[in-house]
């Protein structure tokens, strides 16, 4: 997980780190979606967060997550991207190959 975490992170630094230095720094956002419930997500979306914490970002300080559990309404993984698209996320993260797949 802490590879994957690792390989997100970059994609965000990646794509925030153009900004200029007079503009005020952006907050990346990331959009996290599972098929499951939170607390069947929980493990990952911990494993998730200490990754971050170890890069740097801590969420609510220097990096925004947008949780969504679909809790076994996989139909509901379409808006949940759509949403996001919306929201304009810089990354969307799945909980599993179920998440990705839709």
Not at 61 to 81: M, S
Request: aromatic share 6%; charged share 20%.
């Amino acid at each position: 997980m802490r590879i994957v975490a690792h390989c997100l992170l970059m994609s965000v630094m990646l794509l925030t780190g153009s900004v200029q230095a007079q503009q005020p720094a952006k907050i990346p956002r990331m959009g996290f979606q599972g098929a499951a419930s939170a607390s069947a997500v929980w493990p990952r979306a911990q494993a998730l967060r200490q990754g971050l914490r170890e890069l740097g970002y801590v969420e609510g300080k220097n990096i925004l997550i947008e949780w969504r559990h679909a809790e076994g309404k996989l139909d509901r993984l379409d808006e949940f991207a759509a949403e996001f698209v919306r929201l304009n996320v810089d990354v969307i993260v799945t909980a599993a190959p179920s998440s990705t797949a839709r």
